[in-house]
């Protein structure tokens, strides 16, 4: 199958330079957006800081979905916490066939669907409290795609490439039937792209790094490598990963130990921070929330996250965001 219209739902900073790398690599990009953020694409373009360069694009663009039509191909690089708004307009999008990649942080809904053992079907309501994602977005259809690429937005609006190019792809059931041609869109674009048997190991991995070093960025307003750089908030962020590492234990998966060390020298703004930046909600849900939810299900003791979740929480509201 040959995949020509892409349609990527929340163009911000990573969905932003998929855009504008998709079109550099020829393919017919749209984009679906909130109203603000329609119009300023459809006045400014898009515009990336790529190695050394500034790229641009202007993707067809709409806040409504029936206007953008079926596609191909639709990416979703929404945060966790924007997708229960926008899911109802996923629909309009799809054809039969169109694969749904969710390229976003955190935990699924559906990570417990067909797991196994005693949590297998457990429904996260941290993440879909009301079960509104189980009900409008069909899981066979979904692509879940572990991004580990890094990209700000600067106060005008540029997009900057600071790190990595990578996207993992599984399914819930992990067949992967079908990724190798989502593959083949996302590499001419500058992609390097891997199809993993086991989703929820690579999920798992990714979270390790999120849980830990997104919100004490954000409550320390300091770049990655500061962190570490800090002996006691070092110390901090290598409690709160102990007890992310003894939850994936009991799930049975491996939370990747050495990760953590070889982002230590990273001059990177975590996309929690930069949202406490610009005065948007917080991505707390499938990040934070979702872990403890876990924990309690596997009576595994967490208390330097439930401190750090409950200073976030704080943070949040005195920022207004809650």
Known sequence: MSYRKICIVGPGAIGGMMAVMLDRAGFEV???????????????????LYEGETLTAKPKVSSDPA??????????????NALPLVASQLAPL??????LVMAMNGLPWWFFDGFGG??????????????ALSRLIPTERVVWAVVNNSVSELPDGTLEHTRGMLLTFG?????ATGLEQICDVLRPAGYKCVISDNIRQEIWSKLLANVTLNPISALAMANINELFEEPLVRECVMA??????????????????????????AKVRTSMLQDLERGRPLE???IVEAVLEIAEHTKVPVPQMRSILGLMRL???????S
């Open 284 to 286: 707390l849900g499938s």
């Open 67 to 80: 206007e953008l039509g079926p596609q191909d191909l639709v990416i979703v690089t929404l945060k966790s």
């Open 118 to 131: 005693d949590l297998s079907g457990t429904p996260l309501k941290s993440v879909d409290p009301d079960g």
């Open 171 to 175: 399914r819930s059931n992990d067949d």
């Open 315 to 321: 943070r949040a509201k005195t920022a207004g965001l």
């Open 94 to 99: 799809c054809k039969a066939d169109t694969p």
């Open 240 to 265: 709160v990963a102990a007890e992310a590492r003894a939850v994936a234990d009991k799930l049975g998966l491996d939370s990747d130990p050495g990760r953590l060390e070889r982002m230590k020298d």
């Open 30 to 48: 749209s984009a679906l957006a909130r109203p603000k953020k329609t119009d300023a694409i459809k006045q400014r373009g898009l515009s990336l």
